[in-house]
């Protein structure tokens, strides 16, 4: 099992660019998440599924949009990337189950010049 | 609403102190409740969890048990090394919800 892959590891955008970042599981969890860490803030969540077809916002979802459309896979697209969106992107999976953990991607370091 | 408080760091630590890092959680509902570590530069990793009251979590000579009475899930390890450098943070997952909520980090550093 590759458990949960992230791509791009790092990227540089300019101001108003798009670019998605790509998320993949291969445990066939139902629950996929997408976190971003920023210095003294822990993590917070931008968006999650709970199944293909399902997603919704987490704490922070403005500038990012998700979609859902097969177990696995699951992109965060940025619309118009901004300065305030520099941060260290985290995708997590898990079984929906009380007791179940994350499963956590190694990250994507984005900066928006 | 669900939350999870943990102490503020930094924290260091000489090698083989004894250590505590704080917790504490507001849920609705019957939570799960977990311990997660990250290393420089990498992803968040479970160290431990516990999935009802009075269980006791425990991993690499780590441990955290579950306290319904005073909700909390304190970290605690007899003798830190170096390699126990790294932020840990405390989680939680409610079924009403169907969230993770974390916590903020604490980040140790342990000096030989």
């Known amino acids: 099992n590759a458990g949960v892959t992230q791509t791009p590891k790092f990227q540089v955008l300019k101001t108003g660019q798009s670019m998605t970042l790509q998320c993949a599981q291969d445990m066939n969890h139902e629950y996929m998440s997408w976190y971003r860490q920023d210095p003294g803030m822990g993590l917070r969540l931008i968006h999650y599924?709970?199944?293909?077809?399902?997603?919704d916002q987490g704490e922070v979802p403005n500038g990012y949009n998700v979609s859902r459309s097969t177990t696995e896979d699951f992109p965060l697209r940025l619309l118009s990337a901004a300065p305030s969106q520099t941060s260290v992107y985290f995708c997590?999976?898990?079984?929906?189950?009380?007791?179940?953990?994350?499963?956590f991607g190694p990250g994507t370091r984005l900066t928006v010049l | 609403g669900n939350s999870v408080t943990q102490m503020e760091g930094p924290v260091t630590l000489s090698e083989e102190a004894f250590l505590t890092i704080n917790c504490t959680y507001t849920a609705t509902g019957y939570p799960s409740l977990f311990w997660y570590v990250q290393y420089p530069g990498e992803g968040l990793q479970l160290l431990l969890k516990a999935t009802k009251a009075d269980d006791k979590g425990s991993n690499k000579g780590f441990e955290a048990t579950y306290r319904k009475e005073t909700t909390s899930f304190h970290l605690e390890k007899g003798s830190v090394q170096v390699s126990d450098s790294a932020v840990y943070f405390c989680a939680l997952y409610s079924n009403t919800g169907n969230q993770f909520y974390f916590g903020t980090g604490t980040s140790l550093t342990v000096i030989p």
């Open positions: 599924s709970v199944g293909a077809g399902i997603t």
């Open positions: 997590a999976s898990s079984y929906l189950r009380q007791g179940n953990e994350q499963f």
